[in-house]
């Protein structure tokens, strides 16, 4: 019998021993994970793409016009408007404009000398969309699809072009040299 207990532990060894003990099945669990994204709207991107320039002024000139969405008008382009529902701008003017050894030229906005238009995907002004105001009377100008596309509720291009145009005043015995000035630009877009 001695041998009988080394031969039990052999075909144990190699899995030869009865049938084996039944096991419990390993616990198992099922469930779901939710996955999402948010798509962010489009950034607003803005570039300016023309000065406005008064050009040069002769001694004597009493004043030069420049009128928004003309060629010497100063120009802004915002992009990422597609499908937002409105646009607030408001221009910082200058009072004038500095030139050599503390000369100045005086400026006006005083009249219809900002403009903005929605620009197609051609690149073309939509006419419908062109307004003019005044900012120095309208200091802050909101602009929604609904004023010119009754029903509209949000823009349907992504680009949207601002214009500003002016006068100069200058002295009658201008000082010669270039003049420059600054007009800052804000933009609240929703």
Known sequence: MRLRRPLALLAAALGLAGPAA??????????SLIVSATILEAPIVGTGV??????????????VTVLPRTPAGG??????????????????????????????IPLSFNGNYAGLCEIDDNGQCILASYVTWNPVATPTFDDAPE?????????????????????ALPPVTPRAGSYTGTIGLTLVVN
């Open 22 to 31: 039944a096991q419990a099945p390993e616990p198992q669990a099922t469930g």
């Open 75 to 104: 120009e802004w382009r915002l992009s990422g408007v597609r499908n937002r529902r409105s646009v607030s701008i408001t221009f910082t003017l200058p009072t004038a404009l500095a030139g050599p050894g503390g000369a100045t």
């Open 147 to 167: 004023r010119y596309s009754p029903g509209r509720k949000r823009y349907a291009y992504d680009t949207y072009s601002l214009y500003i145009g002016g006068q």
């Open 50 to 63: 023309n000065p406005l320039t008064f050009g040069s002024i002769a001694p004597g000139t009493a004043s």
